[in-house]
């Protein structure tokens, strides 16, 4: 058979779905579409970056960035699980999540509640 032949045929076999890091690009299939479960258990699918990090995970990460910030090796060594390039990834991914926004607003709300104790205990102390 020509070669043309083969390339069409498995063409419509195999389709090419060209993948990158956030987005899937279908092809429109004339045999078979494929579904988002097929797609969600391919073994070429990179999961996202919060699907591989556990709550207790996310909760010692979060812990670590309140007690020393973006020190990326202490994050690692407080989470024991993951690299120190694997905080940095989350780190990023994180920062644009609801989770974050929940978190700073718990932060910045006890870092507030710090400041007004500390200012009250400066007054007291001038008074005195």
Sequence with gaps: PPPQYL?????????????SPY????PSLPL???SLLGLLQSPLRR?????????????AFEASLAVRGKDFPFASKSVRT???????????VWKKSESYR?????YE????????????KMKEDKEE
Excluded at 23 to 26: F, G, K, N, P, T
Excluded at 82 to 92: A, L, N
Excluded at 102 to 106: E, V
């Design 32 to 34: 078979e579409r494929p």
């Design 102 to 106: 929940a978190w700073k607003r718990g």
């Design 47 to 59: 999961p996202p970056v919060l699907e591989n990090w556990s709550p207790r995970e996310i909760l």
């Design 82 to 92: 993951k690299s120190c390039k694997d905080c940095v990834e989350f780190y990023y």
């Design 109 to 120: 709300c006890e870092l507030r509640e710090e400041e007004m104790e500390m200012r009250t």
């Design 23 to 26: 987005s899937y690009s279908l």
């Design 7 to 19: 390339s069409t045929i498995s063409s419509l076999f195999t389709p090419a779905i060209h993948l």
